[in-house]
């Protein structure tokens, strides 16, 4: 079997979606998982872009030990200076440079020529090698680059020292064939291409993400570029947990993985939890339908042997099939194992404070899910916030003018607001921004059910703008005016 490098970029790529940033801490914890989980690379961020991501590279680099740490640059020298000395405690360390190379962006991102642009591909690979062994490059936009022209970037790169050559589908245009073709073309016409390895990138704008990079492996890439849940710009990226499956199922196309596929379940629901990002239910691998059966025939079918309708066993990604239902009489020791199974270890006083409150929920909602239990856990975040809500009253019906009483906690001190408004929401916000005194606008305001029925747990995303930043907040109640309220704090906690 040959072996097909796996290259994590979720906390590069993946951290770009709005709203799902992470601090530096919580970027170690996804490392560490990913390390267990067995990724070969982890690109742990773009370092010049901000201090914090500079210093999340540094970080990671001193908290695992197996992966290769990777960072993001542009062909530009400082990117590449400023990379390399974010690496510096790495013990396998790599640069990611590169530069666009369809006519797209030579004509209007660069305003450059074919041969301007080789020159700089590969003056920023010699650069990057001055300082490591390991250089990848990427040939951004190569899924819309002519084949040709994609060639002679590719063998310069690789003479000039590139050991990893990346192929994006940036924009996710192309058909799988038309990618795998993509591949095996340079695989046949690059000169020397077998000193380095070529790797995919893809993106899911048209939804054929996972297509694609099987696509390439089949024709000769040996490291793939993914992300957990598929998360990433856009539409997303390549799934880490459809390659590895698809890869183990098929084990006919002669590739493997060096993936401990029953630790992507925890690892899938940890980053969902922290980029408050939820999983769609019918999600390939992860999704909670993933491994459900509703039909009556499929059902039977099942029941008699689990093969006619599953071709992955559950606890080959980390899925206990024989689950423990959480009802109002369950003990932590049932509740810790959940929380166990989605990723999350607490101490014993967290545990017994999640406790508390999975009893008052358990004793509200009857049907108790696992997007209840991480909204539970992500409350213990909250403990540190400068602004706390300690009580909110709201009168609001047919006829009658809403008000809400609000009384915030703001470092050890109360105060409290009353305002009328439009709805409920309306004037509980208005009673907060009372007491905070910014000038803030919420430019968006969505709701999700977590599962069904009017006695569920609604998660709230809010953005809020101050001072020309832009702020994330997310709250989950079974009361979607508290969750609202509470969303709208949490943002406010991180305007500071």
């Known amino acids: 079997m040959d072996r097909l490098f796996i290259f994590d970029t979720t906390l590069r790529d993946g951290e770009q979606v709005p709203g799902c940033q992470l601090n530096t801490v919580e970027k170690i914890q996804v490392a560490k998982a990913l390390e267990l989980l067995g990724v070969d690379i982890i690109e742990a961020g773009f370092p010049v872009s901000s201090p914090g991501d500079f210093n999340s590279v540094v970080e990671i680099s001193k908290a695992v030990t ?10 530009v020298e400082k990117d590449i200076d400023v990379a390399a000395e974010a690496l510096k405690y790495a013990k396998r360390k790599r640069i990611h440079t590169g530069i666009g190379t369809s006519a797209y962006h030579i004509k209007y991102k660069f305003n450059a020529t074919q041969e301007e642009i080789l020159k700089r591909a590969v003056a920023a690979t010699k650069y990057a090698k001055k300082y490591v062994e390991d250089v990848e490059f990427y040939c951004e936009d190569a899924g819309r680059t002519e084949n040709e022209y994609l060639a002679r970037v590719v063998e310069a790169v690789i003479k000039a020292g590139a050991t990893v050559v990346n192929i994006p589908d940036t924009t996710g245009y192309c058909l799988p064939a038309e990618f795998g073709a993509k591949i095996k073309y340079l695989m046949e016409h690059v000169d020397g291409i077998h000193k380095a390895i070529i790797s995919t990138h893809c993106h899911n704008d048209l939804g054929m993400a996972t297509a694609n990079t099987i696509a390439g492996i089949a024709n000769g890439a040996r490291q793939a570029e993914l992300t957990i849940n598929g998360i990433g710009e856009r539409a997303g990226n390549t799934s880490l947990e459809e390659v590895a499956m698809i890869l183990k199922c098929h084990k006919h196309l002669g590739v493997a993985t060096n993936i401990n596929t029953r630790e992507i379940y925890s690892t899938s629901r940890m980053v969902s939890s922290l980029m408050n990002m939820p999983v769609q239910p019918n999600k390939a691998i992860v999704g909670r339908n993933a491994f459900a059966h509703s039909s009556g025939i499929h059902q039977d079918g099942v029941l008699k042997n689990v093969q006619t309708y599953e071709i992955i066993d559950p606890k080959d990604v980390g ?68 602004i706390k809500l300690e009580y909110m ?69 809010m953005q809020v703008a101050c001072d020309g930043n832009v702020y994330y907040g997310f709250a989950a109640n079974t009361d979607i005016v508290a969750a609202s309220i509470e969303a709208f704090i949490d943002a406010v906690n991180k305007i500071g």
Do not use: W
Not at 329 to 349: F, P, T, V
Not at 376 to 383: I, P, Q
């Open 393 to 461: 009253q709201v009168t609001s019906g047919i006829g009658v003018r809403p008000v809400a009483s609000v009384c915030l906690n703001i470092a050890g001190e109360k105060f409290e607001a009353t305002a009328s408004g439009n709805g409920p929401v309306d004037a509980a916000i208005k009673a907060v921004k009372t007491i905070v005194h910014r000038q803030m606008t919420i430019q968006e305001f969505l709701i999700q059910a977590m599962n069904k029925g009017s006695d569920d747990v609604g998660k709230v995303h």
């Open 66 to 75: 197996s992966p290769t740490v990777c960072a993001l640059t542009r062909g």
């Open 319 to 386: 899925i206990d099939d024989n689950s423990i239902v959480l009802t109002a009489r369950s003990g932590r020791a049932a509740l810790k194992h959940h929380l166990q199974m989605l990723g999350i270890e607490l101490d014993r006083e967290k545990l017994d404070n999640i406790y508390q409150e999975f009893l008052k929920l358990a004793d509200r909602k009857k049907d108790i899910r696992d997007n209840d239990i991480l909204m539970l856990a992500g409350e213990g975040r909250k403990a540190s916030f400068r």
